[in-house]
């Protein structure tokens, strides 16, 4: 959740690090800082509360300058935001460190480094960590070793970046549970939480793997894994951009996102498929051997790609007549499951390093659940190194915190996958082409929705600006898609707003209904439109306002007190990635009305890299 940003050049690397801090505020944070080693072999270290734009003139005013330095973004766990709780943490002007994560044991490390006579000027877990580092130098007198020596003695996850003065050009990183890339430059090297904060000075990567550490100089490289050995990491060239995460034109990242839908999903399609036929191999080379075994799906995650989860059973069961169970990653880790061999084991995760999930498949894989498969977007991720099998979204970066396009590609994704494991029960030819020709279209059917409904509801979010709360109905496949706009919503405008199954209505949230509750039903024209309508009319009846997203065909009609908003017609095998849309945009010009920070809405992350 935390952001890391280092180097080690012939250059001044104040402003690499500047720009690299800026590059990982989408994850999330609320306080920065840098530290460099200057020219006397001194540490100099500038810090602030709050976001990156109140950092720089600091380091203006302090005129910081360096060939060697760390940066850090933070996302406070343990200890207020403040000043001094920010990284970079000093121990006795000699060592500075950044770290990622949570060391679980650090009140035993911090109760210990008491009585040895160590200070403490923050509540951060990750002081006891400079300080672990000091107190190792002083018997090793070697930054490599005495990092090794610290991490042995750490309970939790950490992204660490080390920096001394005895050993000016030296940078020393290690990682377990928590992601660290090495960029690798010409007679320069760049450390950073993600390949995103140094695509302007490199597109060349190395991904550490849980448990290394590597020692960096400007002109060489040296990594070992979690048993010392001398290890190498291949070097990967990143086909992304410098300005592939830039807002262009768009006011936010979010809305940037939005509108890059119909792009997102026809690169997640590209090279899938051929004469509209699912190409199995695009879930990895033995995906045939793996899928002839399977006998039934256990789908992990957490947040938006939960709710895509959500989804996948309702297809996987109704459309490939596959039994299928999905779960919150951080439930099933704890909960001491029932083993059930020969499953396909999916998680579903935008960054990859998603903390809970990472441990749910550890945990499926020990219980020997079967084989995996992750959904991801972000290639050399944790998740993808730890996986069986993966299929890359290639939804391209993903700034704003409300995922939007990761999850409707996530969505496509699938809905191959329903193809791949429906072709060995009763799918037919005709259904698979049918799908495919259905998700082919999307692309065309998002561009033009959003070009006619984009206006109708920047209108329809100003009936928002006064309310407080918010109820969302679905039904079938719809009832994970109201979740889903529920929690749009609450993330970025703070509107408390829940969903509910519309058949539902009944047994509780009825009572929640009055003139002073938008109530936004999600409106296919399906199997259960009928029912759906029976239950709007309970709300109607009681004086709600209905808001309804409709397919044309369902005859839903604007009256007084419901408010129809149609979109694009769409079979219901598709409709929840169509229907997903609309709701992105109204939670989006709703945030937007009541000013709040749509990108980086408070106390969220993008990537969740701690439990």
């Known amino acids: 959740m935390c952001g890391i940003v280092g180097a080690v050049a012939e250059r001044n690397v104040v402003p690499i690090l500047l720009e690299g801090l800026r590059r990982l505020e989408y994850r999330g944070y609320d306080s920065a800082g840098i530290a460099i080693l200057n020219s006397e072999n001194s540490l100099a270290r500038v810090r602030a509360k709050g976001k990156v734009n109140q950092l720089e003139p600091l380091l203006q005013e302090n005129n910081l300058y360096g060939e060697l330095g760390i940066a850090h973004t933070r996302w406070a766990t343990h200890g207020k935001p403040t000043d001094a709780n920010a990284h970079p943490h000093i121990c006795n002007q000699k060592v500075a460190l950044v770290h990622n994560g949570i060391i679980e044991n650090h009140q035993q490390l911090r109760e210990k480094q008491i009585q040895q006579g160590y200070a403490f000027t923050s509540e951060t877990d990750t002081e006891t960590v400079v300080h672990e580092v000091y107190h190792q130098l002083q018997s090793t007198h070697d930054l490599l070793k005495a990092l090794q020596q610290t991490v042995d003695l750490l309970d939790g996850a950490y992204a660490l970046a ?11 990183v290690a990682r377990r549970g928590s992601p660290l890339v090495i960029g690798v430059g010409i007679g320069e090297h760049f450390i950073a939480s993600d390949v995103t904060a140094l695509l302007p000075v490199t597109n060349r990567f190395i991904f550490l793997e849980d448990g290394d550490i590597a020692d960096i100089t400007r002109d060489k490289l040296s990594i070992f894994n979690e048993h010392g050995e ?14 592939a995460a830039e807002k262009g034109t768009y006011r936010h990242y979010m809305l940037k996102e939005i509108f890059e839908q119909p792009k997102a999903i026809a690169e997640t399609l590209a090279g899938r498929v051929s004469n509209n036929k699912l190409i199995e191999e695009s879930f990895g080379l033995n ?10 799906v256990h ?19 109704s459309v490939a007549k596959i039994p299928c169970s999905v779960e919150i990653a951080s439930e099933f880790r704890y909960r001491k499951p029932v083993l059930r061999r020969n499953s396909l084991v999916v998680t579903l995760s935008q960054s990859g390093e998603t903390a809970d999930t990472l441990a749910a498949l550890e945990e499926a894989k020990r219980l020997g659940f079967g084989h995996s498969l992750v959904i991801c977007n972000v290639p050399e991720s944790s998740l993808v ?5 993966s299929f890359l979204t290639r ?11 990761a999850f409707t590609t996530q969505l496509v994704a699938m809905m191959l996958l329903v193809i791949a494991l429906g072709r060995r029960r009763q799918m037919s030819e005709q259904v698979e082409e049918f799908i495919i020709n259905e998700l082919q279209q999307l692309p065309a059917k998002i561009d033009d929705m959003l070009s006619s409904i984009d206006d109708k509801i920047q209108h329809l979010a100003e009936a928002f600006t006064d309310k407080e709360n918010a109820l969302f109905l679905g039904r079938g496949t719809m009832y994970p898609i109201a979740m889903e706009g529920a929690l749009k919503l609450k993330e970025i405008s703070y509107i408390h707003a829940e969903a509910y199954p519309a058949g539902e209505l009944k047994h509780g949230p009825l009572a929640l209904v009055d003139a002073d509750m938008p109530v936004i039903t999600v409106a296919p024209n399906d199997e259960l439109l009928e029912k759906l309508k029976s239950n709007m009319q309970e709300v109607y009846a009681r004086g709600g306002q209905l808001i309804v997203f409709a397919d044309p065909a369902s005859k839903v009609e604007s009256s007084e007190g419901i408010e129809v908003i149609e979109i694009t017609s769409a079979n ?8 997903t849309v609309p709701l992105q945009l109204l939670s989006y010009y709703v945030a937007v009305l009541k000013g709040t920070d749509v990108d980086q809405p408070r106390n969220l992350a993008k990537s969740v890299t701690v439990e």
Do not use: N
């Open 162 to 172: 080390v920096i001394h003065t005895a050993e000016p050009g030296r940078l020393v």
């Open 230 to 243: 001398p290890v190498e990491r291949a070097i990967k060239h990143s086909q992304l951009t410098a300005d």
């Open 385 to 389: 190194r730890a996986s069986d099998l």
């Open 299 to 317: 789908i992990l995650a957490c947040g938006t790609s939960y709710h895509a989860g959500m989804v996948g059973k309702y297809w996987l069961e």
């Open 395 to 405: 939804a391209g970066p993903e700034v704003g915190v409300a995922s939007t396009k």
């Open 287 to 296: 995906a045939t051997e793996i899928f002839d075994k399977i006998d039934g």
């Open 572 to 579: 219901e095998i598709v409709a929840p990635i169509l229907f």
